[in-house]
């Protein structure tokens, strides 16, 4: 690359950074940072997120917390997507604690969450059996106009009643209904199986 008056950029070293951490080569990863350096490539917050996601895909979302808490230490600006993949790596692991405090230190930074993000919080908050942050948190998230999946719903209205918040139950069901009209009988059906 280099012979033929070709330098690499952020974007190459990313690439390269994804793939050894994929492998689990770390030693190469810290291979690249060096490389990086020599070639003036600066450690921007797309390379940190790559570094991120890498980690957290490996189920070593400390680590990478670790780089954001780096991000923050070098006066950067992380992004939604820095959080984003924080967020998710944090709800595989099960630890949900971090994860919601991680969604609201983003909301507080004034960054935006996107709808995938919020659907992994409710999804996993569902799973982690705390609805009533669900509930919240799917609140918010209609009322950008962006619904999680039937699933994720139908776990958030079973939980609901599970934790007797069958009113609330009701109130996700009438918005189901009202927003996906095609699917309203699945709704219809749900609804009737709750309690009274």
């Known amino acids: ?3 033929k008056g070709i330098k690499p950029n952020a974007k190459t070293f990313s690439v390269a950074i994804a793939g050894f951490y994929k492998e689990e080569k770390f030693d190469d990863v810290e291979k690249m940072i060096v490389l990086m350096k020599k070639y003036g490539v600066q450690k921007g917050i797309g390379v940190y997120n790559v570094m991120i996601q ?5 189920k070593r979302s400390n680590e990478a917390k670790a780089l954001l808490d780096e991000i923050l230490s070098r006066n950067m600006k992380p992004n939604c997507v820095s959080y984003a993949h924080l967020i998710t790596g944090f709800c ?4 949900l604690d971090v994860a919601k405090a991680l969604f609201e230190e983003m909301v507080r930074r004034e960054l935006k ?6 659907f992994t919080m409710v999804h996993y ?3 982690g059996h705390d609805f009533e942050v669900a509930l919240g948190i799917c609140k918010e998230c209609m ?3 962006w619904i999680p999946n039937i699933t994720t719903m139908k776990s958030l209205v079973n939980g609901l009643v599970s934790v ?3 009113d609330e139950a009701k109130e996700i069901i009438a918005v189901m209904k ?7 009988d699945k709704w219809i059906e749900i609804e009737e199986g709750l309690p009274k």
């Open 178 to 184: 009202e927003k996906f009209s095609r699917n309203a």
């Open 143 to 145: 009322s950008k106009g």
């Open 125 to 127: 908050l569902c799973k």
């Open 1 to 3: 690359m280099e012979s």
């Open 92 to 95: 595989k692991e099960g630890k």
């Open 164 to 166: 007797e918040k069958v």
């Open 113 to 118: 969450p996107d709808a995938d993000c919020y």
């Open 54 to 58: 890498s980690l957290c895909k490996l």
